[in-house]
């Protein structure tokens, strides 16, 4: 299933993507994709009264409306920092020998065609297309990579949208670089888990202004989605409709020579096989 969240910023609705042009509101039935839905088992629900309706032929047509962020603002939004090997090697550091964390503010979500707004003071702000793993169950101390699959609900496509002076030359975690508000576009929907064959198996990319900047794919991840899952449980508890960050291939304004960052004006384009693509004009501070 492709669940999608549609309407204003704080008023957006729960739906299921059929196809390009359908989609089965569920609103009526459950209150919104957050933490709730995920943890009571609402994907099992959910799936009766898309069908349901699918063949009573209780669909809608997209219209000209905003999408928000697939799921609503997570408890908590964790990202891994140089998880592909050839990215690493573009930045001049060593291949992580386990998953480098760091945390992200909740309140970065935002829709996959909202605008990213550079903060203020910021003087090289990036891009990062990324694999979302968002969290399905409750989950703490899982015994092995294996038993992740079972605690992952699906995947979306985020920006990790990023401020390098701030995350690399202001002291302290690199959190301060991740943070600001609309730094974590999301979407346009969330790929249920069971309907990707192999999520090692993703072509990502990424364009600025119309020129490729990154093109990568999962396949070069150093540590797949259920040896993070398995390994972030090790060390907290992780609840239902949490959004993890799994690092981005090659190609980010910081590892060109001499480094590109964004403007405002920009125009980022992004996404994923399977997984849609995004939008987002970048515009100056407030």
């Given at each position: ?6 309407g ?8 299921v993507r059929l196809?390009a ?17 995920f943890g009571s088992?609402g994907l099992v629900?959910?799936r009766?009264v898309?069908?349901?309706r ?9 219209a000209d409306?905003?999408?928000g ?9 964790l ?6 090997s050839?990215?690493a090697?573009?930045?001049g550091?060593?291949?992580?020998t386990?998953?480098i964390l760091?945390?992200?503010?909740p309140n970065?979500?935002?829709g996959?065609?909202?605008d990213v707004?550079i903060?203020?003071?910021a003087t090289?702000?990036?891009?990062e ?8 169950r409750?989950?703490?101390y ?7 699959r079972?605690a992952v609900?699906?995947?979306v496509?985020?920006?990790?949208v ?6 690399l030359e202001r002291?302290?975690?690199w ?5 600001a508000?609309t730094?974590n576009?999301?979407g346009?929907w969330?790929?249920t ?11 990502m990319?990424?364009d600025?202004?119309?020129?490729r900047r990154q093109?990568?794919?999962t396949?070069t991840m150093i540590?797949d989605?259920w ?5 972030l449980s090790?060390f907290m508890v992780l609840?239902?409709?949490d959004?993890?960050?799994?690092g981005?291939?090659?190609?980010v304004?910081?590892g060109f020579?001499p480094p590109v960052w964004?403007?405002?004006?920009d125009?980022?384009e992004?996404g994923?096989?399977g ?5 987002q004009n970048?515009?100056g501070?407030?």
């Open positions: 299933m492709k669940l999608m969240r549609l204003a910023p704080g008023a957006e609705r729960p739906v196809d042009q359908r989609y089965v509101d569920v609103s009526d039935c459950f209150d919104d994709f957050d933490e709730r839905f088992d629900a959910l009766d898309v069908a349901e699918e063949a009573a032929g209780q669909t809608q047509a997209f409306e905003r999408v962020a697939p799921i609503a603002r997570p408890h908590q939004i990202c891994i920092g140089l998880n592909y050839d990215h090697a573009e930045t550091q060593a291949v992580p386990e998953p760091f945390t992200k503010s970065t979500l935002v996959p065609f909202d707004r903060p203020r003071g090289k702000p990036d891009w297309v990324e694999l979302g793993i968002v969290i399905g409750r989950t703490s899982l015994d092995s990579p294996e038993q992740a079972d609900a699906g995947f496509v985020v920006n990790d990023s401020e390098r002076a701030f995350q002291g302290g975690q959190s301060k670089g991740k943070s508000e730094f576009p999301a346009p969330l790929l888990a069971d309907e990707i064959e192999d999520v090692l198996a993703l072509d990319w990424l600025v202004n119309r020129a093109t990568g794919s396949a540590f989605p040896v993070i899952v398995h390994h090790q609840e239902p409709g959004l993890i960050n799994t981005t291939p090659p190609g304004g910081m020579n964004l403007q405002a004006g125009v980022m992004l994923i096989s997984l849609g693509s995004q939008r970048v515009i501070p407030r």
